[in-house]
């Protein structure tokens, strides 16, 4: 599987993003797709993620009621809409898929394939 993600940028707090992720190869209907976030000096943290039927959602508490995780069949992609940005928000934003299965959603050991990453910055 190879993710392409993209969106990133600069933003005034309180604005809006939307990031996606395009996904290729693989076996994509039996994957569950996550979106990840590394601040700088911290260790990457959990976002969102959505199955691949778009079924199944999960998003982290920091992020519940700001941020929406869709997916577009037509394109194979997954969009993290971002709303109300915080400069916590702040950092680089990774997409990732793994096998749809017993592993957590929520630990980025659980993901085996990974986008580039997109940087987000949000000022004050």
């Known amino acids: 599987v190879q993710l392409q993600a993209s969106g990133g940028g600069l933003v005034h707090s309180g604005g809006s993003l939307r990031l996606s992720c395009v996904a290729s190869g693989g076996t994509l209907s039996r994957q569950m797709m996550g979106w990840f976030r590394q601040a700088p000096g911290k260790e990457r943290e959990f976002v969102s993620a959505?199955?691949?039927?778009?079924?199944?959602?999960f998003a982290a508490d920091a992020v519940k009621g700001r941020f929406a995780i869709s997916k577009h069949n037509a394109n194979n992609t997954i969009h993290l809409q971002m709303n109300s940005l915080k400069p916590e928000d702040t950092a680089v934003y990774y997409c990732?898929?793994?096998?749809?299965?017993?592993?957590?959603?929520?630990?980025?050991?659980?993901?085996?394939?990974w986008g580039q990453g997109t940087e987000v910055t949000v000022s004050s």
């Open positions: 959505i199955s691949w039927d778009g079924g199944i959602k």
């Open positions: 990732a898929a793994k096998p749809r299965g017993s592993t957590v959603v929520k630990m980025p050991q659980s993901y085996e394939f």
